[in-house]
């Protein structure tokens, strides 16, 4: 649980409120790739939010992927942030798939904001989509 109550703080750091969160919100800073958080849904005490990179797609021009395009999970009341995967393809125990994704969001985090990325102070809001 420690490491998802990092991935939650490191999240606030970037975006503010969590609970607050509405649309999709933007940051864009010299040097790196646009990070883009979409907020996919909301109930009494949890979110789902999409955490992006937008990339120019190989090949073509104009055109952006998302990667990694990640699913995660707000426990407001709890304070905590879980990275969300698919469905299990190997043969790997999930408490293990689970650590391995949760470490590299907390690490993308931590990543985001040394590169001075933030959606709390000049992120641009945009409509959900």
């Not at 975006?15 to 109930?43: E, I, K, P, Y």
């Not at 904001?113 to 709390?120: L, P, T």
């Amino acid at each position: 649980m420690g490491l998802y109550e990092s991935n939650y703080l490191r999240l606030a750091a970037l975006a503010g409120d969590l609970q607050a969160l509405a649309a999709s919100r933007v940051s864009s800073v010299a040097g790196d790739c646009t990070l883009v958080l979409n907020v996919l849904g909301r109930a009494r005490y949890t979110s789902e939010l999409l955490l992006s990179y937008l990339l120019p797609a190989s090949g073509a021009a104009a055109v952006l992927e998302r990667v990694p395009d990640l699913r995660l999970r707000v426990y407001h009341d709890a304070r905590l942030l879980e990275a969300c995967g698919a469905e299990a393809t190997g043969p790997e125990r999930e408490l293990d798939r689970r650590w391995v994704r949760n470490m590299m969001v907390n690490k993308w985090l931590e990543y985001c904001a040394e590169r001075g990325h933030s959606f709390a102070r000049g992120g641009t809001v945009t409509p959900s989509g």
